[in-house]
């Protein structure tokens, strides 16, 4: 079964970095594309990187473009989130989510569970 | 930018009530429209992907519809689990989600 299990969360200092892991098993994860996604304390979901199967293809959203850089290792099967110069407001758990996509869909089919990021002085 | 407008932004509704939640797209997304479920302390759950297709797993009571710039998701009859909050997506130009439906228990 597909399983997405995230680290690297914890508390930490405006202006500093943090780098978030996701594992991935059971599917052919070079084969998928890859999302991080967030959701801080109360509130909705937002939408942050993207990663195409061969690590090719980047994109961001606008409130973490050229502080987060989204990478991957097929060969361990891992995506990571590396954050910099971060922001109160990144305060949020940040899930990893498995790309399905075609000429006529495109959806997040498997989630991990989540790590907490805080940032606080 | 699109942005995903959804209402209500909260109900209270009954077991056995028909739930219909409206979800609009700020430009036309052609059928670029998922639904997901997530319950409190627990990740997003896919529940509809294209507008109208159910994942697999997820009850038939749960269907979507609609074109363009609006959008529905209809229980047609809520069960004690589907106590949730509801988010729409868009994925027809990058990723947006609205920003949440919670349907409570009356």
């Known amino acids: 079964q597909v399983q997405l299990v995230e680290s690297g969360g914890g508390v930490v200092q405006p202006g500093r970095s943090l780098k978030l892991t996701c594992a991935a098993s059971?599917?052919?994860?070079?084969?998928?594309?890859m999302h991080w996604v967030r959701q801080a304390p109360g509130k909705g979901l937002e939408w942050v990187a993207v990663?195409?199967?061969?690590?090719?293809?980047?994109y961001y959203a606008d409130s973490v473009k050229g502080r987060f850089t989204i990478s991957r290792d097929n060969s361990k099967k891992t995506v990571s989130l590396q954050m910099n110069s971060l922001r109160t407001e990144d305060s949020a758990v940040y899930y990893c989510?498995?790309?399905?996509?075609?000429?006529?869909?495109?959806?997040?089919?498997?989630w991990g569970q989540g790590t907490l990021v805080t940032v606080s002085s | 930018d699109i942005q995903m407008t959804q209402s209500p932004s909260s109900l209270s509704a009954s077991v056995g009530d028909r739930v219909i939640i409206t979800c609009r797209a700020s430009?036309?997304?052609?059928?670029?429209l998922n639904w997901y479920q997530q319950k409190p302390g627990k990740a997003p759950r896919i529940l509809i992907y294209?507008?109208?297709n159910l994942q697999s797993g997820v009850p038939s009571r749960f269907s979507g519809s609609g074109s363009g710039t609006d959008f529905t998701l209809t229980i047609s009859s809520l069960q004690p689990e589907d106590f949730a909050t509801y988010y729409c997506?868009?994925?027809?130009?990058?990723?947006?989600f609205g920003q949440g439906t919670k349907v409570e228990i009356k």
């Open positions: 430009q036309s997304i052609s059928s670029f």
């Open positions: 997506q868009q994925s027809y130009i990058t990723w947006t």
């Open positions: 059971g599917f052919t994860f070079r084969s998928f594309g």
């Open positions: 990663i195409s199967d061969d690590g090719s293809n980047r």
């Open positions: 294209a507008v109208s």
């Open positions: 989510a498995k790309r399905r996509s075609s000429r006529y869909e495109d959806y997040f089919d498997y």
